[in-house]
C-alpha cells in the first residue's frame, strides 16, 4: 500500500526558510515523487521534482534558487528545502507520486499518489 506524508510545514516570516519532507513507503525508488503546492484560488502547480533515472531536478521558475529538493533513498524520502521564502509561497504543498514511472509530468492530475498536505504560511 502507497502512503505518502508530509511533515514540515509551519508559519515563517518572509525572508525565512522551512524544510518540509515527504515520507514515501510501499513505493519503488525510481518512482518520481514530485512537490505540488496550491494557493487558495489557483490551480495546484507543480513547483519541484526529482527525476529518478538520472537524479536531475525540475524546478518552477518561481522557486529557482530558492528552493531544493533532495531525495533520500536509503530512508525513502524525499525533503524540500525552502530559503529566501516570500508571501507569494504561501500555500498548502503536497507530495506526489507517480508510479508506475511515465516520466515525471507537469500535470497534477496525472499523478497516482498524494498525501494529506502541509500548510505553509509566510508573513510579512
Known amino acids: 500500500q502507497v502512503q505518502l506524508v508530509e511533515s514540515g510545514g509551519g508559519s515563517v516570516q518572509a525572508g525565512g526558510s522551512l524544510r518540509l519532507s515527504c515520507a514515501a513507503s510501499?513505493?519503488?525508488?525510481?518512482?518520481?515523487i514530485t512537490w505540488f503546492r496550491q494557493a487558495p484560488g489557483k490551480e495546484r502547480e507543480r513547483i519541484a521534482a526529482?527525476?529518478?533515472?538520472?537524479?536531475?531536478?525540475i524546478y518552477a521558475d518561481s522557486v529557482i534558487g530558492r528552493f531544493i529538493i533532495s531525495r533520500d533513498s536509503a530512508k525513502n524520502t524525499v525533503n524540500l528545502q525552502m530559503n529566501r521564502l516570500k508571501l507569494e509561497d504561501t500555500a498548502m504543498y503536497y507530495c506526489a507520486a507517480e508510479a508506475p514511472f511515465r516520466g515525471c509530468p507537469a500535470g497534477w492530475n496525472e499523478y497516482d499518489y498524494w498525501g494529506q498536505g502541509t500548510q505553509v504560511t509566510v508573513s510579512s
Open positions: 510501499g513505493l519503488s525508488y525510481q518512482s518520481c
Open positions: 526529482n527525476y529518478p533515472p538520472t537524479g536531475s531536478t
